[in-house]
């Protein structure tokens, strides 16, 4: 009998202090129900790739070749550095036979959609975050959900029944 799926996740979400001011963004929801069904494969894109905590927020900017993942203040461009560390990080996560990833909402590194996107003509709700972006890319068919769509049941129990049919059918 196949074990508990293996689960991504945005690494805030769990309770870990990772995130640019040295808080966290626990969710019971994920830690309570999901939590006893899964094995976590915990993901922080910005501490892993470097940014340290705490850290400069980025944000997502529109340029003319295209959305850029900038510090707030800096102005520093991190968006081929996490691009570059997102893939090899991908191709690890599918090495480890993933089966579903719970991403953060609203930021511009794990937010997986209406993501803020500041450009000229003011602000946007389009973007994606620049690891939930290479995530959705490659791992087309991984089943993915966000912290906010979490809290609808009928939406939560479709992502559970779809991470184990994904388990099931690797195992
Ligand atoms: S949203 Fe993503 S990048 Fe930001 S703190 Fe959470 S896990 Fe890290």
């Known amino acids: 009998m196949p074990g508990k799926p293996r689960i991504g996740v945005s690494r805030c979400l769990l309770g870990d202090e990772v995130r640019h001011d040295g808080r966290h963004k626990r969710n019971s929801t994920l830690l309570e129900i999901l939590g006893p069904r899964v094995e976590w494969v915990p993901v922080c ?3 892993e790739v470097g940014m340290g905590v705490p ?25 081929d550095t996490m691009t570059a560390w997102a893939r090899g990080r991908i191709e690890d996560l599918e090495r480890l ?7 953060k909402a609203d ?16 602000e946007r709700r389009d973007g994606r975050g620049v690891f939930a972006d290479a ?17 609808n049941p009928e939406r939560r129990e479709q992502f559970i ?3 184990l049919g994904y388990h099931a059918r690797r195992t």
């Open 45 to 47: 894109p910005e501490l």
């Open 55 to 79: 850290r400069e927020a980025v944000h997502l900017v529109a340029h003319a070749d295209g959305i850029r993942l900038l510090g707030v203040d800096s102005r520093m461009d991190w968006t």
């Open 97 to 103: 036979d993933l089966s579903g990833f719970v991403l």
């Open 107 to 122: 930021s511009p590194s794990c937010g997986a959609k209406d993501v803020h996107v500041l450009s000229d003509a003011g």
């Open 135 to 151: 995530l959705l890319r490659m791992l087309p068919d991984l089943p993915v959900i966000d912290e906010r769509e979490l809290e």
């Open 161 to 163: 029944r779809r991470a």
